[in-house]
């Protein structure tokens, strides 16, 4: 099946908001400018991104597929669920939850997939506006965690008010979703949290502090990074990394300009520079041929 170039901006643009939000957009104009051939535009992509690419699109498609199911499915209230976590009630019609609840619509679908996929029970918190999965093992251990508009939490035995204080400190998570996929797409937050954890462990964790310790049950540690072994070589790994691709830009830069006739030095030896017998007899001189 062969896609009009017009079918081609529309499926590659879509996908670039959708996989990579904002910066993927950005990064998808900047594609296309200096992809672009002088007479048509074609959209290629290699192999491997393009198939990157499609598990991603399948991946959201799936989550927003299910996440519609359970929008219209009938799902028990939270409150005649035992365990589960209940907050206050918020007032009116909110915007910016509204916002939220769109922005992360595939990621809620997926973890109420994975829900399914445990059969772990889904509640419907009124209060809180979300979906609640309890089960007995999160994928981090015993730790509740949040995924757009679900909580994925452990069967607690805690009081009313601090299932309310968790409940709040998991609602604390949605916006951080929702900002997260709208900027970087829907594998953005997840990506930036995992990277923050990793130099800022549990209560220094800068998305943690900012959805509340107290009410998460983190007892506060400290601000600053922990700089173990594992956190040195992957900071010296990444500065090599960086050195080799700036050095590599510096060499592709200065083989292209040594390719072009014009920008040759006025001696010295160059593939475009031969010998070619003078006509009048008297040996042989330099010139310049084009190149082909
Ligand atoms: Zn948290």
């Given at each position: 099946m062969t896609l009009s170039r017009r079918a081609q901006m529309v499926l590659g643009g879509g996908s670039a908001i959708l996989l990579g939000g904002i910066l993927g957009l950005a990064l998808w104009s900047w594609w296309l400018r200096h992809h672009r051939p002088r007479r048509e535009l074609v959209v290629r992509f290699p192999r491997g991104r393009a198939a990157v690419i499609a598990l991603g699109l399948v991946v959201i498609a799936v989550g927003a597929c299910w996440r519609l199911i359970m929008a219209i499915q009938s799902v028990p209230s939270c409150?005649?669920?035992?365990?589960a976590p209940v907050v206050t009630r918020s007032s009116s019609f909110d915007l910016s939850l509204v916002a939220q609840k769109v922005a992360t619509w595939p990621e809620t679908g997926i973890g109420e997939l994975y829900a399914r996929a445990r059969g772990a029970p889904v509640c419907w918190s009124r209060s809180a506006n979300y979906y609640v999965a309890i089960h007995a093992n999160t994928l981090i251990g015993a730790r509740a965690i949040n995924l757009g508009d679900v909580i994925l939490s452990p069967r607690y035995s805690m009081s009313r008010d601090e299932m309310a204080a968790l409940a709040r400190h998991e609602a604390g998570h949605r916006p951080q979703w929702a900002m997260g996929t709208i900027i970087g797409g829907p594998f953005a937050f997840p990506a930036a949290y995992a990277i923050d954890e990793f130099f800022f462990p549990r209560s220094r964790n800068h998305f943690e502090r900012l959805a509340g310790l107290k009410s998460g049950g983190y007892s506060d540690s400290g601000t600053g990074p922990v700089l173990g072994p594992a956190q040195l070589a992957t900071l010296a790994a990444l500065s090599a990394f960086v050195v080799v691709v700036l050095f590599a830009a510096r060499y592709r830069r200065a083989s292209s300009r040594s390719r072009r006739p014009g920008d040759l030095p006025e001696s010295g030896p160059s593939p475009s520079r031969i010998q070619v017998p003078d006509q009048s007899g008297a040996g042989s001189t330099n010139r310049d041929l084009p190149m082909p």
């Open positions: 409150a005649s669920s035992a365990g």
